[in-house]
Nanobody, 122 residues
Framework: QLQLVESGGGLVQPGGSLRLSCAAS????????IGWFRQAPGKEREGVSC????????NYADSMKDRFTISRDNAKNTVYLQMNSLNPEDTAVYYC???????????????WGRGTQVTVSS
């Protein structure tokens, strides 16, 4: 059973930081890419970042690339999203998702976590 579990969300003030974690389990192969997505109430889901199975290829949405950092620790089967300089527009449920390919540019994200809430407010 493939499973992704997000954690690390919470309430932070504008300008603050959070580190989200995505723990993966049940994968029979190490070759899977992980993407982070977010969805605010009443808005469409948008891509945030993606990391290849090796961890060396990282992609970011333009609005996040200078503030967010994605990384992974394959020994722990965990992907992280470090978020700095948060603003209220970053408030959303953040999801991680997996595709059974090494890179982010092919295949669908077929496996999803249930999300973790990030709220940025004073």
């Amino acid at each position: 059973q493939l499973q992704l579990v997000e954690s690390g969300g919470g309430l932070v003030q504008p300008g603050g930081s959070l580190r989200l974690s995505c723990a993966a389990s049940g994968f029979t192969s190490d070759y899977y890419a992980i993407g982070w997505f977010r969805q605010a109430p009443g808005k469409e889901r948008e891509g945030v970042s993606c990391i290849s199975s090796s961890g060396y290829i990282r992609n970011y949405a333009d609005s996040m690339k200078d503030r967010f950092t994605i990384s992974r620790d394959n020994a722990k089967n965990t992907v992280y999203l470090q978020m700095n300089s948060l603003n209220p527009e970053d408030t959303a449920v953040y999801y991680c998702a997996a595709r059974l390919y090494s890179v982010c540019t092919s295949g669908d994200f077929n496996y999803w976590g249930r999300g973790t809430q990030v709220t940025v407010s004073s």
